[in-house]
């Protein structure tokens, strides 16, 4: 099979058509300029060789040094204008699109050596592949089993490693149907080269069919539910716990109060933090009871877990929990 | 020497060697510099941790230490002193006691170790702080153990400084004329002094009150 | 013109330094800083063949897409080889140990650096530092790369990790103690009448470089250290498992290795304006602010570590003060090329090989701080971190700005430093063919990275082909050309012609005197010229007529 010479990964997404965007720009403006040095050197070596009978006088010492500043003055602020632009461009566009919008499909991904595990929320798991449907924004919590890696699709011009004990997080809304390369980009060891996978960005009806032609294996909220119970969450967060801790229902995405005096917000990282090491944050008017479950609890439990605590984000204190599952 | 001295008629070796030992110091001051960031990014994420395993630590031996190396650095700063002052026997004795003071707070340094390892508080194998915090309180006594160890070996340079200094005043080869090396020595050691003063109340004093 | 005659301390006997001893023992013994010079420039040659060869086989087994002629393990630890060796033991030393040293006292108008023997425990640190490399490779290598990223360099990393990270540990004292014997040299023995703005350019560069050697590199010698205790009692404060942050690593990591950067390229700047000037018969345009453009690198150097970080982890909200500060970094080196271009306006200009180098480095230095701006913009820099984009980018400014210029170096002093020449059309042609060889090379890896090939990969996507090949061609062209001045080079050491004092008709003090110089350097009472770099071209070109 014979490939073209070059050839650049297509722009799957409007984030990566913008910086493909910014991308030009600056590749104009470099182009400009090193065919501008390019030309002035040459010329000058040309024009100036030894033996060329060309004018050779400076102007005088005062005038030649006021036009000399003026000259490094011109060229030290037309670039600075210049990388300003730069820096706010790309600054922008970064910052614009740093949070993912609430509507996100949320899909886990497990990175270890050297392979990728993703898990839907409705429970289907893929090995090295990840399907999405197309004009959907997709937001990935990523963490890894063992040694940092990256998750890095060329087609959606973004890029983020996955730490172990973190969660973190990549989103990205493909307007391209298309089966893209993902590639790990943070050197893991020996099989780095080799973990590679590919995204599956589907139309409507493709999608659809790829989910009904899936497992019916429990959704993760549904496993985190059973973990929720079998590790005796529910015991002090239930319902009709009597325990006083606080209700886990209606709470995803809010900021809550601290014991401090402190906010945070309620999100994923939050919920693993207050599974692993409760001690560290504790809710306001609460106190330091709940035990730890560090060493109790794996990395799949705490995706399950997770989604189960995300899936009561617009459920009731007074709802019998679980109902709203599948 | 160079031939810029030789002309002006003077020893430049002087002020050479100063610059030398600034620019030495600022290295220094980065070497440690390093350790203190990793010790204050670990305690801002682990504040409890690192205070409940401080507590763990000898308290009386780090303070008797700090005592002990606070005292000699009065008492190099002295002798340098002395020396420019052409007080010569003076100068050989106060080093001498900044030596024994080195060398007793190594002692007790090690001492503590020794007691520290009695506790089980070497945080890599068996390690005696259990419970939900265990891993910041590890990584302070690992901090403890790094911070110390390097505290102690340019320490152990400073002794190695010390005794050579000893034994060129006490033979007259520095002298009121030639103080530089003792004056070098001295800031030298004013350092390891320095650092000790932050090490004392980030290792021994954290959320004792 | 003069304003001071400088006599030499002593009458100094005929003959030279090269002449002062001719047992191994007189040079494991110098303290002379011109010998400790060729002491260094000897021991980098060979390293930078070792780590050549590294390079060499990867660009063989890339060829293919899949496995040629070695595994995966293998290759990882190539690559790691390649990386260490040639930063640490090659690019770091290269010119400010060899020509630093050789030409700093010279340059000031001293006899010696101000701690001679200072200087020689620094070589031997050195050569301690590469043993342990040298033992590493033997029982087997690293496969972490030279960046040692945690936890992959602590727990899942079964290499010889702790061997290497003492070897970097220690050779890092020798850039210490260096950079201190230049700050002190620079400082305190300057002749009278040599005031900072009549000093060369290459002295501001060495001096400021030395800055950075003295702040920095204790930053990294702790950093190792507590990767080494992380790694061998299996806990520490980057242990993820603990609570740790293993982005802490990369923190303390970079904030070294970024000024390590500038290490490198800086004293090249300083080569590229003593060269240029002298081919062009000019001043150096702009002079004051070439030297302050010098310092605003270092001092901006040590505040855009952050930009290593954009994708690893970072807050936003430090993300974009690196990003803007990496911009800002970019303005003094902008300068410098421009204020080089400049420089050849109305000279005398002549092309031996020095100044075909330099122009190389201006024009390849060029395009490798272009390129710079992608990588400090945050939304380019998602999409191009950790790519071959980034290895290209780095190897324009380190290979073909770093290496270009020290090569440059090398042919401008030779005659200086040996007292011979060596043959001209051969300097000439090998400096086009390593031009043509490094392009060839790392121009397609620009692509390759835009098409998304992440770097350190073994295996790679067949349509990644073409262009490594292109890439493999190139750098057997640049070995080439890389082996050709080993070989004139040394034959001019017999062979070559013998030269006077000043064969290039240079300014600059070490032209002074004799070719080789003296032990102590200067014979005659020196003249310090009114301004640095008092070339005049139209006199020149008169001259020639």
């Given amino acids: 099979m014979s490939y073209p010479l070059v050839s650049l990964p297509v722009a799957a997404t409007p984030y990566a058509e913008k910086v493909e965007g910014l991308f030009w720009a600056v590749t104009g403006v470099c182009t400009l300029v090193t065919l501008g040095i390019a030309v002035a050197m040459t010329y000058f070596c040309f024009r100036y060789r030894s033996g060329a009978e060309v004018d050779r006088t400076l102007p005088d010492l005062a005038a030649g040094k006021s036009r000399s500043r003026r000259i490094e003055a011109?060229?030290?602020?037309?670039?600075?204008?210049?990388?300003?632009?730069?820096?706010?461009?790309?600054?922008?566009?970064?910052?614009?699109?740093?949070?993912?919008?609430?509507?996100?499909?949320?899909?886990?991904?497990?990175?270890?050596?050297?392979?990728?595990?993703?898990?839907?929320?409705?429970?289907?798991?893929?090995i090295n592949e990840l399907h999405v449907p197309v004009d959907q924004p997709v937001k990935l919590v990523m963490t890894s089993q063992d040694v940092i890696h990256d998750f890095y699709v060329p087609a959606f011009r973004e890029k983020r490693d996955i730490l172990p004990g973190r969660y973190t997080v990549l989103w990205f809304e493909p307007t391209l149907a298309g089966v893209y390369p993902l590639r790990c980009d943070e050197f893991c060891g020996t099989g780095h080269s080799m973990m590679t996978g590919r995204v599956y960005v589907m139309s409507r009806e493709a999608y659809s069919r790829w989910l009904a032609s899936g497992s019916q294996a429990p959704s993760l909220a549904r496993l985190g539910f059973d973990r929720f119970r079998e590790l005796g969450c529910s015991g002090c967060h239930g319902p009709s716990s009597r325990i006083h801790a606080p209700s886990l229902a209606g709470v995803y995405g809010q900021m809550v109060p601290l014991s401090d005096?402190?906010?945070?917000?309620?999100?994923?990282?939050?919920?693993?933090?207050?599974?692993?090491?409760p001690a560290r944050q504790i809710a306001a008017g609460y106190s330091n009871d709940m035990p730890p479950f560090a060493g109790r609890v794996s990395e799949q439990d705490l995706l399950e877990l997770t989604a189960y605590i995300r899936s009561l984000a617009n459920t009731s204190p007074d709802v019998p929990q679980g109902n709203h599952l599948q | 020497m160079s031939v810029n001295a030789d002309l002006a008629g003077r020893r430049a070796n002087d002020s050479e060697s100063e610059v030398g030992l600034w620019v030495f110091l600022a290295s220094e001051v980065m070497f440690f510099g390093l350790l203190f960031y990793g010790y204050t990014i670990t305690r801002m994420a682990h504040p409890q941790a690192f205070a409940i395993a401080s507590a763990h630590t000898d308290v009386l031996l780090g303070s008797l230490n700090a005592l002990v190396i606070f005292t000699s650095s009065l008492t190099v700063a002295l002798a340098a002193r002395s020396l420019r002052l052409g007080a010569q026997r003076a100068s050989f004795w106060l080093l001498a006691v900044?030596?024994?003071?080195?060398?007793?707070?190594?002692?007790?340094?090690?001492?503590?170790y020794y007691g520290d390892i009695d506790k089980h508080l070497v945080p890599w194998g068996d390690f005696a702080l259990h419970?939900?915090?265990?891993?910041?309180?590890?990584?302070?006594?690992?901090?403890?153990?790094?911070?110390?160890?390097?505290?102690?070996?340019?320490?152990?340079?400073?002794?190695?400084?010390?005794?050579?200094?000893?034994?060129?005043?006490?033979?007259?080869?520095?002298?009121?004329?030639?103080?530089?090396a003792v004056e070098l020595t001295a800031l030298y050691w004013a350092v390891v002094d320095t650092v000790w003063i932050f090490l004392y109340p980030i290792l021994y004093l954290v959320h004792r009150s | 013109m003069s304003t001071a005659i400088v006599e030499p301390a002593l009458p100094e006997p005929e003959g030279n330094y090269l002449e002062n001893g001719y047992s191994l023992r007189s040079w494991l013994t110098t303290t002379d800083h011109k010998r400790i010079a060729i002491l260094y420039a000897v021991t980098i040659t060979a390293f930078f063949f070792m780590g050549g060869t590294a390079a060499t086989l990867m660009r063989l087994e890339l060829i293919s897409p899949t496995p040629l002629i070695m595994g995966a393990e293998t290759y990882n630890k190539l690559f790691t080889a390649h990386g260490v060796i040639m930063v640490w033991f090659f690019l770091i030393p290269s010119i400010p140990a060899t020509l630093g040293n050789f030409l700093i006292p010279m340059m000031v108008g001293a006899k010696d650096v101000a701690l001679p023997r200072v200087n020689l425990l620094s070589w031997y640190i050195f050569v301690l530092g590469g043993m342990f490399v040298i033992v590493t490779l033997i029982a087997g290598g690293i496969d972490t790369g030279w960046t040692f990223y945690v936890p992959l360099s602590t727990r899942y990393s079964d290499t010889q990790v702790v061997y290497g990270v003492v070897g970097i540990f220690i050779a890092g004292?020798?850039?210490?103690?260096?950079?201190?014997?230049?700050?002190?040299?620079?400082?305190?023995?300057?002749?009278?009448?040599?005031?900072?703005?009549?000093?060369?350019?290459?002295?501001?560069?060495?001096?400021?470089?030395?800055?950075?050697?003295?702040?920095?590199?204790?930053?990294?010698?702790?950093t190792l250290v507590l990767l080494a205790m992380q790694r061998v009692f299996g806990l520490g404060i980057f242990d993820a498992l603990l609570g740790g942050d293993p982005i802490l690593f990369q923190h303390m990591f970079w904030f070294y290795s970024h000024p390590a950067v500038y290490i490198m390229v800086l004293p090249a700047m300083g080569v590229a304006s003593e060269v240029i000037s002298c081919f062009a018969r000019k001043p150096v345009f702009g002079y004051r602010t070439m030297a302050y453009a010098i310092a605003a690198i270092a001092a901006f150097?040590?505040?855009?570590?952050?930009?290593?970080?954009?994708?690893?982890?970072?807050?936003?909200?430090?993300?974009?003060?690196?990003?803007?500060?990496?911009?800002?970094?970019?303005?003094?080196?902008?300068?410098?090329?421009?204020?080089?271009?400049?420089?050849?306006?109305?000279?005398?200009?002549?092309f031996e090989a020095p100044m075909l180098y330099a122009l190389g480095f201006v024009g390849l230095f060029l395009i490798g701080g272009l390129t710079g701006l992608y990588l400090a913009s945050l939304a380019l820099d998602a999409n191009l971190s950790d790519t071959y984009f980034v290895v290209a980018h780095f190897h324009y400014i380190m290979v073909g700005g770093s290496v270009m210029a020290y090569f440059a170096g090398i042919h401008f002093w030779w005659p200086k430093i040996t007292g011979r020449m060596y043959p001209e059309?051969?300097?000439?042609?090998a400096a086009i063919v390593i031009f043509i060889g490094f392009n060839l090379t790392f121009f397609p890896q620009f692509i390759l990275g835009l098409e998304g090939m992440p770097r350190r990969y073994f295996e790679y996507a067949p349509q990644f082909q073409f262009l490594n090949i292109l890439s493999s061609a190139g750098a057997s062209i640049l070995a080439a050309g890389y082996a050709l001045p080993v070989l004139y080079l040394t034959w001019s050491i017999r062979h070559g012609p013998h030269v006077g004092r000043n064969p290039w008709g240079a300014k600059g003090l070490e032209w002074q005197t004799r070719s080789p110089p003296p032990v102590e350097n200067f014979d005659v009472p020196l003249r310090i010229p009114e301004r640095p770099y008092d070339y005049d071209p139209e006199a020149e070109e008169a001259k020639r007529k």
């Fill in chain 1, 74 to 126: 011109t060229w030290i602020a037309v670039p600075f204008a210049f990388f300003l632009i730069f820096f706010a461009w790309g600054a922008k566009l970064y910052y614009v699109y740093d949070d993912p919008p609430d509507n996100a499909l949320q899909i886990f991904v497990t990175a270890k050596q050297w392979m990728w595990k993703v898990e839907h929320a409705d429970g289907r798991r893929e």
């Fill in chain 3, 425 to 429: 059309s051969w300097s000439r042609l």
């Fill in chain 3, 301 to 350: 150097g040590f505040m855009v570590w952050g930009h290593h970080l954009f994708v690893a982890g970072q807050s936003l909200y430090a993300s974009l003060v690196f990003s803007f500060l990496s911009y800002v970094v970019a303005i003094p080196s902008a300068i410098k090329v421009f204020n080089w271009t400049a420089t050849l306006y109305k000279g005398s200009i002549t």
């Fill in chain 3, 173 to 222: 004292f020798s850039s210490i103690l260096t950079g201190l014997n230049f700050i002190v040299t620079v400082h305190r023995l300057r002749a009278p009448g040599l005031t900072w703005f009549k000093l060369p350019l290459f002295v501001w560069a060495i001096y400021a470089t030395s800055i950075i050697l003295v702040l920095a590199t204790p930053v990294l010698a702790m």
């Fill in chain 2, 131 to 180: 419970g939900p915090l265990a891993g910041g309180e590890r990584m302070f006594f690992f901090m403890y153990f790094v911070m110390t160890g390097a505290h102690a070996i340019h320490l152990t340079v400073g002794l190695g400084l010390l005794a050579f200094m000893l034994a060129g005043v006490g033979r007259g080869a520095y002298t009121q004329k030639n103080t530089e």
């Fill in chain 2, 98 to 112: 900044t030596l024994t003071l080195g060398v007793l707070f190594l002692a007790i340094k090690c001492y503590e």
């Fill in chain 1, 261 to 277: 005096g402190s906010f945070v917000r309620f999100d994923d990282g939050y919920i693993r933090d207050s599974i692993l090491q």
